[in-house]
């Protein structure tokens, strides 16, 4: 036990001085120039850093105990919460940061420690520069997209999630007149206990998941339908009838939503004008609640099966024909080749495709914007529209009606929804166990 103690004397001392103080380690190690830069950059750091990360810390804690005032006629300038709030969030990623620094120093002093103990030198500055340089060269040129992601992505998203435990909504708590304060999971709860929220909610949320559904079920297989057309051996002019119906996708899709706005415009659309002439009665394609729907997932049919047909022409002709060679030996018709060969090698192959063009028509907020704005109106909806999905509904609840808690209350479900539809659809899909197994 003292042999197995005292060789590793080193290692325990490096340590415990490094996480007495940032460097000492390295100092103990014989490092003195790498001791003397972490030493330098965690006293920098800390003595220039901490009255901002105080003040900082506070201002998340409390959000704010000044608000603004009119006094004599003038306004003074109280507590923003919003600014508070963001410049906390910052501040207690920055010290995460700092305290990874600060593990770090006591991993490397630790490790050279080590090194000392088994009889060998602790390598010198010009050493660690060359090791860093070679063996670790990927982690420094991902570092930069590491910082760009944390502090563009990352941040905003902890704040939205944030948001949804304060009481930041009109028309009581509107920064800088009024302050904004933490109220636990009260938004959460009125989401699912008041009845215009819970009818609001659940009313919308069931239309966007047969939306959702729907039209990627329609998307996929109206796709695969006009691949297996298009690539028939009998079809002639293959390129042609390929460009044709690409065309759609090309053209951009803002411009294509506004032009299907107006054609179904039920007073003076085109569509309506035509069908009059024909004799029949006008057709409410925007008006109608049930038909406004019918009309969405139509246009999305335009917009989204030439990618979808695209991608199968590609699978359609990698597949085996040695597979339905055999299946016509066995006496098998056209339709069991579809439902038994192609349709089950189609998905194995576009299984992450299909859950991305899921997620993606959960999220449609373009086609609905344009194309209905959530119309028409329903009264039993708070804030929202017949043709609402959450996504639109949250849009109308933030910029239109300030009600950013429950707006960021609603968001913070659907992430945790489509994240674990998407895992759990993942982990089932046959493609990826088979590249576990490799």
Known sequence: MYMKKSSRQHQTKATIFSAVFIGLGQLYNKQYLKGLIYIILAQLFFWNYYPIAYKGIVGFITLGDVPTKVINGKVVQGDHSIFLLINGLITLVVILLYLGFYFMNIYDARK??????????APKFTDSIQTM????????????????????????????VLIAFTNYSAPG???DRALVDWIGFSVFYDLFAQESWRSTFFGISVWNL??????????????LL????????????KKFWRTIFILPWAVPQFISILVFRVLLNGSFGPINDLVMKLGFSPVPWLSDPTMAKVSILIVNLWFSTPFLMALMSGILTTMPRDIYEAAEVDGASKLQNFFKITLPLVLLATAPIFIMQFAFNFNNFNLIYLLTDGKPNNPDFYYAGSTDILISWIFKMTLNQSQFNMASA??????????IFSLWNYRRMKSNQEEDLV
């Open 226 to 237: 006009l691949a297996m057309m298009v690539n028939h051996p009998k079809i002639r002019l």
């Open 133 to 160: 340089k070679f063996r670790k060269l990927p982690y420094l040129l991902l570092l930069p997209a590491a910082f760009f992601v944390l502090f563009v992505t990352v941040i905003p998203l902890l704040f939205n």
């Open 210 to 223: 047969i939306w959702a559904t729907v039209s990627t079920s329609t998307v996929f297989l109206s796709g």
């Open 173 to 175: 708590h509107i920064p």
């Open 112 to 121: 050279n420690g080590a090194l000392r103990d088994e009889g060998k030198y």
């Open 410 to 419: 609603v968001s913070v479900i659907m992430f945790i929804f489509i994240a």
